[in-house]
């Protein structure tokens, strides 16, 4: 290869590798702009303990409130029966069984406050370490060819600063660059 072939690849790869530093010094410096502001929200995610104690209480008192007022009706209807029967036949009974169906369904909804209550803090650790591999866990061959840096540019310029031919000769030299802008 020629002096001026060398000088000539030399140029080019250097230009093209000038560039590239460029956008990528450009893109570190938006991500890390990004990081920074995202950081705080993503640390909320990852020491968050889910619902906050008031939203716990309101959820809490909605689902228990509704399966209760269902229960109430039921006992107003039994006292409006024995009110209007004077027949006091099965009513302790009824309130007894009434009672018991009651707290099976408070004790089971209490239960399912708490699994969704865990289950909230969860899905927020998970998105806080989604986001945070998300922020960081950057693919940087994925990366470079979304950039179009070949591979082969460091190699063609390490060739060409050295000094050793390409195979092929000028046809090859051709051929190599082509490869880089292809």
Not at 11 to 40: E, F, H, V, Y
Not at 59 to 83: K, V, Y
Not at 109 to 123: C, G, R, T, V, Y
């Amino acid at each position: 290869m020629s002096r001026a072939a060398e000088q000539s690849t030399r140029k080019l790869t250097d230009q093209q590798l000038a560039q590239q530093n460029q956008l990528i010094a450009q893109s570190n410096q938006q991500g890390t702009q990004d990081r920074s502001l995202m950081m705080p929200t993503i640390q909320d995610l990852l020491n968050s303990q889910g619902y906050t104690p008031e939203q716990r209480s309101a959820i809490t008192q909605q689902s228990l409130g509704a399966a209760n007022t269902a229960f109430d009706a039921l006992r107003q209807r039994a006292a409006n029966r024995l009110a209007a029967t004077h027949n006091a036949a099965g009513y302790g009974d009824l309130l007894a069984q009434l009672g018991r169906e009651q707290a099976q369904t408070d004790a089971s909804q209490a239960q399912q406050n708490q699994i969704a209550f865990a289950n909230q803090q969860l899905k927020e650790h998970l998105a806080g370490l989604n986001a945070l591999g998300q922020t960081y866990g950057i693919d940087t061959n994925l990366l470079g060819r979304a950039m179009g840096v070949p591979a082969e540019l460091l190699s063609v310029r390490q060739r060409a600063s050295s000094g050793s031919s390409v195979p092929g000769g000028l046809f090859g030299l051709g051929s190599s660059i082509a490869s880089l802008f292809g």
